[in-house]
Structure formats: C-alpha cells, structure tokens
C-alpha cells in the first residue's frame, strides 16, 4: 500500500492513574502507588496482584479520553492531571501519566 492509499491512523497517548496520596483514610485498600494502566485505546489493565476501587475509577473516567489526545497548550486538561475520589472520609489524590504513545488505525477506534 502506498501512503497516498494508507487508511487514517489516530495518535493516542498510553495513561497511567496512580494514586499518589491519602490525605485520609483508605477505605479501599488502595495504597499510594497502586495504579491502573489504559492502553491501546480502551484496555484497562491491573499489575499482577493488583486492585483499583471501583468508585476512584469512576472519578477519572470522564478525563482520560481527553488526556489520551494532544491538546492544545492552553488547555486547562492538558496541564492539570490530578483527580480526587469521591469518598470525602478517603481524601485519596490521583495522577493521571501519560507513558507512551500509539499510532492506531483510525477505523479500529470506538
């Protein structure tokens, strides 16, 4: 195939969520360092071992289709990356990393 005739492909950043602290109590189990990998667009993956609460999660799923895309400079989002929990007794703190990048198909993204 030439590159005139390459189908469309779609940069996406690979991201790390890492707890980074807690400023309270871990009602979880959750420690500082646990993480959470997304990769290859739509993969979530957990070290061996490993657990990621389900409630930290869903704070930080609205951000991570925006932090997987180069945005522009200016953009609040892609200079902030920290998300707290929603459990108020927790204070638990997460980073979002950005830890590689991908060049995808375009037509294998959902």
């Given amino acids: 195939m030439t590159a005139e005739n390459e ?4 940069e996406l950043y690979d991201l790390r969520v890492v707890v980074e602290r807690i400023e309270g109590r871990s ?12 990769v290859e667009s739509s993969r979530l993956c957990l070290p061996d071992g490993g657990h990621f609460c389900m409630y930290a999660l869903q704070a930080v799923m609205p951000l991570l289709p925006a932090k997987q895309r180069q945005l522009p400079e200016g953009d609040w989002l892609e200079r902030d990356d ?13 980073r979002i990393e950005r830890t590689g990048i991908r060049s995808i198909p375009t037509e294998d993204l959902t």
């Avoid at 920290?82 to 997460?94: N, S, T, W």
């Fill in 27 to 38: 009602v979880c189990g959750m420690k500082v360092g646990d993480h959470i990998d997304l």
């Fill in 7 to 10: 189908a469309p492909r779609t």
């Fill in 82 to 94: 920290r998300v707290a929990c929603p459990d108020p007794d927790e204070r638990l703190i997460m």
